[in-house]
T-cell receptor, first 114, second 118 residues
């Protein structure tokens, strides 16, 4: 029940295309859902996060869509750029305890071709 | 803001040796986390501290692992004795957790220590 399942494992997108990464969770007590971006040799960095009281959050080219009833959330990267090539992790936590106590998905390696 | 600082960046050691990883959290943050990243298990939480006190160490794999936070600006993760299966990237992260009510600031990760045990 503590797992967060992420798909696909890898993704190749043309420059300018839309990248979509999906995650599903089981624990209904989760109430904080961040996405992290990781470049080789670096630590994960927060990209965008959402709480279940909204169905969508947009920051620039990055959008989280959240479906509480289905217990799924997804990251959409619009107008994907080569600089977006990285590994993306979804995560979940119970904000009532500590938003840093995260359960991570397995990661998606995104390659954006020029 | 210097971010979370970890040292060393790389550590190569022989099986059976003691390994100590170090972390300096972001100034003002009151929560500190140690995560481990491997290909097989992904990113997993080992232990976290609030206000220098260990809160949850359920992710620490074995008694060979120990972590301390003697003050707000320093933490160590020690493995003794080390084994080849401990080879991984170890991340330290920090955040500002609210002491009253839910939520907090985002989690900020250091750049990790890549540990290789031969």
């Amino acid at each position: 029940q503590q797992q967060v399942k992420q798909s696909p494992q890898s993704l190749i997108v043309q420059k300018g295309g839309i990248s979509i990464i999906n995650c599903a969770y089981e624990n209904t007590a989760f109430d904080y859902f961040p996405w992290y971006q990781q470049f080789p040799g670096k630590g994960p960095a927060l990209l965008i996060a959402i709480r279940p009281d909204v169905s969508e959050k947009k920051e620039g080219r990055f959008t989280i869509s959240f479906n509480k009833s289905a217990k799924q959330f997804s990251l959409h990267i619009m107008d994907s750029q080569p600089g977006d090539s990285a590994t993306y992790f979804c995560a979940a936590s119970r904000g009532s305890s500590n938003t840093g106590k995260l359960i991570f998905g397995q990661g998606t390696t995104l390659q954006v071709k020029p | 803001d210097a971010g979370v600082i970890q040292s060393p960046r790389h550590e190569v050691t022989e099986m059976g040796q003691e390994v100590t990883l170090r972390c300096k959290p972001i100034s003002g943050h009151n929560s500190l986390f140690w995560y481990r990243q491997t290909m097989m298990r992904g990113l997993e939480l080992l232990i976290y501290f609030n206000n220098n006190v260990p809160i949850d160490d359920s992710g620490m794999p074995e008694d060979r692992f120990s972590a301390k936070m003697p003050n707000a600006s320093f933490s160590t993760l020690k493995i003794q004795p080390s084994e080849p299966r401990d080879s991984a990237v170890y991340f330290c992260a920090s955040s500002l957790a609210f002491t009253t009510g839910p939520g907090g600031s985002p989690l900020h990760f250091g750049n990790g220590t890549r540990l290789t045990v031969t």
